[in-house]
């Protein structure tokens, strides 16, 4: 099963065997053509203004014909799915090589140095949510992180101006209603989804055993609690084909909208704070607009308290993948797992592994940027299709001076502001326009004095965010320095937000010369974008991206990462994590089922 165990393990001692060395020599300088050719030709999110780290415990020659060089998995990508994967395989006795697009390991978890102090802030991911629920806040805690948890309860501004105990608490009221009726409509959604699954799987069942449509309709009254007179009536029309009688189950009987806008309140009352509440539960949480978001993947996110950590997410990822056989400057750009083994490329290097498992996120998957052979399943792509890849964009402020004496460290705040002439065209020339408030506004969230620093952080989500980026598209890919010729506007947004909120006319002189640095993820090949979200209708689709591909009656193709983790997560850190550990149980129990198998014990 783990035939190179012993070379990996080689590796990690410290090179000690010459041939060893060399190989690994020839593995660096394969390597080395790979960061300059990608880097020439599309933009990673690789260290602007850090030294990259170096990850060399891994036999980055490619296997050629030499069985005993074959992996048990390959695993694509080093984001944090990619290395729990990686870590739960090699405890389970398995040999594993990591291939990794860009210069260095983390992905999405990547920590950027802001300002003259150079503090570390995350560029991608920053919080634990949900500290209690969390299976990452004790990983955290071991690995000598400190965390810090976030004001969440605080002054929000509505048309620039600070908000009023009543505003405040009518904010309150009405997130309330709204995460109850969306959580309502989420048990429902769900519930009418396994009704329609129920019933055309039945008629699947049924009709090739030829039994009467009648028949079929008088069995379906019998065993599902439904009253709906459509799907009675449409179900006793003639038929000529499952395809038309699930396409009639699901138009019946998947009556309740999976549109979480839907579920915004609408009463007089909340008029002025229902903007703050929509983007805050949509693009600034969701990463993508209510509309466009499905209720149930919304509604079963576990949220709670956040916690930030003293050295940045990217940090305590990286410690977590340190010494993990990965790599680097690696992008894979085919698997063809046509055959008993599975070929994975990247440049000219082909690996061979007895199973891939593919961490990639769905931004890059949806941009097609590795090839399948065979091409994926139908029910593969469209999973695919159906997940969309939310954005984020960060715009990172350093300053010489606390200008915001009366909030503590570490506050959320959501901001309402008129916005410039400039960027009142921008956003309604878009196509389509960008959301606004009473075609003024926008809402973008800050951080202010987060790690208790003097530092504040501009959020834009959604649309917004997409829309931001775009700017810098052909210019600037990577996260890192900003760019005047194109973060202009998400920069003067920010500063205008910034100095409603501290009461200063001008912030200008307060900010440390060329500190200021913004996030491109959107822009970025190594994710095109920042989480994954689920459009309505549409939540089961994480698992079936999850779902193992078998071919030949074997299962050789294995996915994790953020999009395919259970909806509780929401596109975040503890979904990668989990869901990298249960395929790295999947492959285990699937490579267990196969020696059976030829040892003929099935
Ligand atoms: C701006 C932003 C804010 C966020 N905020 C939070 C937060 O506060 N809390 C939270 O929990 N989560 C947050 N997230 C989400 C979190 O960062 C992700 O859920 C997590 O990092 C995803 O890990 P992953 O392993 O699934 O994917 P990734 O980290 O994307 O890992 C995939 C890896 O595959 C590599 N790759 C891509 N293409 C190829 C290829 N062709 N060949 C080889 N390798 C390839 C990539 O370089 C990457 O290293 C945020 C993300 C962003 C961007």
């Known amino acids: ?276 509440l929509t983007a805050n539960a949509g693009p600034l949480e969701s990463a993508a607009e209510l509309e466009k978001t499905s209720a149930v993947d919304g509604a079963h996110f576990e949220a709670g308290e956040d916690d930030l950590i003293d050295k940045g997410m990217g940090a305590f990822v990286e410690k977590l993948g340190d010494g993990l056989p990965a790599c680097l400057n690696s992008p894979v750009t085919e698997v063809d797992y046509s055959g008993d083994v599975v070929k994975v490329r990247t440049g000219d290097r082909v690996f061979e592994g007895s199973n891939a498992l593919i961490t990639v996120s769905v931004g890059v998957l949806k941009k097609k940027r590795i090839g399948f052979k065979p091409e994926l399943p139908r029910e593969k792509l469209d999973a695919i299709e159906s997940l969309q890849m939310g954005n984020m964009q960060k715009v990172i402020v350093p300053f010489k001076r606390d200008i915001f004496p009366k909030e503590p460290a570490n506050s959320w705040i959501l901001y309402e502001g008129d916005l410039s002439g400039e960027a009142l065209d921008f956003a309604k020339n878009q196509k389509p326009p960008l959301p606004l408030v009473h075609g003024t506004r926008v809402v973008m969230g800050l951080v202010v004095k987060p790690l208790d620093k003097n530092i504040a952080i501009g959020f834009f989500g959604g649309d917004w965010a997409k829309a931001l980026e775009k700017r810098c598209e052909g210019i600037e890919h990577d996260s890192g320095k900003s760019n005047p010729k194109c973060d202009d506007l998400s920069i003067a947004i920010t500063k205008s937000a910034l100095s409603n909120i501290s009461g200063e006319k001008s912030i200008d002189e307060d900010i440390q010369e060329g500190g200021i640095q913004v996030t491109r993820w959107s822009l970025d090949s190594t994710s095109f974008g920042a989480y994954s979200v689920a459009k309505p209708d549409q939540w089961y689709q994480r698992e079936v991206l999850a779902a193992p591909v078998t071919v030949k009656g074997a299962k050789r193709l294995f996915f994790a990462g953020e999009g395919t983790a259970r909806a509780i997560y929401n596109g975040s850190y503890p979904g990668a994590f989990e869901s990298g550990l249960k395929a790295a149980r999947d492959i285990h129990a699937a490579m267990l089922e196969e020696n059976e198998r030829k040892d003929g014990r099935f």
């Open 1 to 276: 099963m783990a035939e190179s165990d012993g070379n990996l393990k080689g590796c990690r001692t410290g090179y000690l065997h010459f041939a060893r060395l060399l190989a690994f020599l020839i593995g660096l300088f394969l390597c080395v053509p790979a960061i300059s050719q990608d880097n020439t030709s599309d933009n990673q999110n690789g260290p602007s203004d850090q030294q990259a780290v170096p990850k060399p415990p891994a036999d980055c020659t490619p296997s050629s014909n030499d069985t005993t060089h074959r992996y048990d998995v390959i695993i694509v990508g080093a984001g944090l799915a990619g290395l729990s994967a990686t870590k739960e395989l090699q405890h389970l006795g398995h040999s594993v090589l990591i291939l990794e697009a860009n210069n260095r390991i983390g992905g999405r978890a990547y920590v950027g140095s802001i300002g003259d102090d150079k503090v570390p802030i995350d560029y991608g991911g920053a919080w634990i949510h949900g500290i209690s629920t969390n299976p990452l806040t004790g990983l955290v805690d071991s690995m000598g992180f400190k965390r810090e948890r976030t004001q969440l309860d605080l002054p929000y501004f509505i048309n620039g101006k600070e908000a009023s105990g009543k505003e405040k608490k009518a904010f309150d009221h009405a997130l309330e209603e709204y995460e109850d009726a969306v959580k309502l409509a989420a048990s429902s959604v769900e519930d009418q989804y396994a009704q329609a699954d129920f019933a055309c799987t039945r008629y699947k069942d049924l009709s090739k055993k030829h039994i009467p449509l009648r028949q079929i309709c008088g069995d379906l009254v019998h065993r599902i609690p439904f009253n709906k007179a459509a799907f009675l009536r449409d179900c006793q029309r003639p038929v000529h084909s499952p395809k038309e009688f699930c396409g009639r189950a699901n138009k019946d009987l998947r009556v309740t909208s999976d549109v979480a806008k839907s579920y915004v309140p609408h009463d007089t009352e909340f008029e002025d704070i229902i903007p703050l």
